[in-house]
């Protein structure tokens, strides 16, 4: 197939795009920065344009075969003030209204969007499966308006939604950050420690991308979560085990949210997100288990 990709550069399109390409797959990334194409692999043509306006790579998007669509403002690189808000939501929103633009007047006969585990809310101890409701707070209705942009194109394409939880890699995203404070003797769970957080590796986080775009039995909402779900202080017990580090100290609710602000949603959120759809047609991580995939980043 001949793959369009947006968010090629970032954590997830990096090794999504090396997959692809080693098994034999045609990739077309679009970045906005020309410079931060350095890491893609050779024989992925590079478009430089942004997603969230309209330009000639809609063109060069509507003679691909189809279209994985990952680009956005990351969600915890600062403090959500208005501006920063505004931003995350243009980016996905707009992004994903220019691509189905392209989509639903006869491009691309797959499109995988990108979503995230924030449309559930935080939910206490209840099982989250795709069938859950819409949650309530600021990721819960940019996931409503993202994945309500995408649902147009679903008129004449197989259309998947991937809502993804908490991505560990050992280079970016949240684990350095996360590690960072059990290496300096500091860390803990989140809180009371309570909250469950949906976590899963890059290397399935990749696998199941590519499984949303190769078969054709996935269609809507698919839960990118690991099956053993974690509580916070489970999370802190197996970075505590992993890095041979005390994991005691937590981080009170009260001073993150006066340290981050509204952004404390991200990590206070509770969320029992199940991978059912994902199971029932017999996608396997590779990683089920917390402990071994965190020994296998940071081991």
Not at 46 to 62: F, H, R, T, Y
Not at 90 to 116: N, W
Not at 174 to 184: G, S
Not at 245 to 267: D, Q, Y
Request: net charge positive; charged share 25%; with cysteine.
């Amino acid at each position: 197939m001949k793959i369009f990709l947006t968010g090629a550069t970032g954590l997830i399109g990096r090794p999504l795009a090396a997959g692809l390409v080693e098994s034999g797959h045609a990739v077309v990334a679009l970045t906005r920065r020309r410079g931060a194409v350095s890491g893609l692999p050779a024989g992925v043509e590079c478009l430089e344009g942004d997603p969230a306006v309209a330009g000639s790579w809609q063109d060069v998007l509507a003679r691909c075969d189809a279209c994985v669509h990952l680009a956005g403002e990351p969600v915890a690189a600062g403090r959500w003030t208005p501006e920063r808000k505004a931003a995350i939501e243009r980016s996905r929103v707009e992004s994903t209204r220019r691509v189905v633009e392209v989509v639903a007047a006869g491009g691309p006969r797959v499109l995988v969007c990108g979503s995230a585990v924030g449309f559930y809310g935080s939910r206490g101890d209840e099982p989250l499966d795709e069938a859950a409701a819409r949650g309530q707070g600021f990721l819960a209705d940019v996931c409503v308006r993202w994945e309500a942009e995408a649902a147009p194109a679903a008129a004449r394409a197989r259309v998947s939604l991937v809502r993804t939880g908490i991505v560990l890699a050992r280079e970016g995203g949240a684990l350095p950050r996360m590690a960072l404070p059990f290496k300096l003797m500091a860390g803990g769970p989140f809180g009371d420690g309570a909250a469950w957080q949906p976590w899963i590796h890059l290397d399935d986080e990749v696998a199941l991308l590519r499984f949303a775009l190769e078969d054709d039995r996935v269609r809507g909402p698919l839960n990118g979560a690991a099956p053993a779900a974690a509580r916070s202080r489970d999370l802190a017990s197996a970075l505590g085990r992993v890095l041979h580090r005390p994991s005691f100290l937590p981080a009170p609710a009260a001073a993150l949210r006066l340290l981050l602000g509204e952004m404390s949603e991200v990590v206070l959120a509770s969320q029992r997100v199940v991978p059912r759809k994902a199971a029932d047609l017999g996608f396997r991580f590779r990683f089920g288990e917390l402990e071994p995939a965190l020994r296998d980043l940071l081991g």
